[in-house]
Nanobody, 123 residues
């Protein structure tokens, strides 16, 4: 399985961006896709996740601003980011857990990782 993340860019505070994470290979019907981010000088942190059955989970810092949804026909999960703030600046990565048991906030729960995409929010 390979993951391809895209959609990052440079935007002003208050703007929106949509990131995509497309999986190639066999993912099965039960899975979890997580989004994580890493800001300069900081550890990677959980942003949100979606189970194949539709359940979502978000970090408190993005709740109400970010939305994760999937387009199963395209094997793609999206991270819609609204009302961006400079503190959202980071490299965003998507990850896949093929067990699909829970929408974990822990990096170690995910077996496959895509390359990161840079999101920069200017003030």
């Amino acid at each position: 399985v390979q993951l391809q993340a895209s959609g990052g860019g440079l935007v002003q505070a208050g703007a929106s961006l949509r990131l995509s994470c497309t999986a190639s290979g066999r993912t099965g019907s039960s899975y979890v896709v997580g989004w994580f981010r890493q800001a300069p000088g900081k550890e990677r942190e959980f942003v949100g996740a979606i189970r194949s059955f539709g359940e979502t989970k978000y970090a408190d810092s993005v709740k109400g601003r970010f939305t994760i949804f999937r387009e199963s026909a395209k094997n793609t999960v999206y991270l819609q980011m609204n009302s961006l703030i400079p503190e959202d600046t980071a490299v965003y990565s998507c990850a896949l857990d093929l067990s699909g048991r829970i929408a974990s906030i822990h990096q170690y729960s995910y077996e496959y990782w895509g390359q990161g995409t840079q999101v920069t929010v200017s003030s």
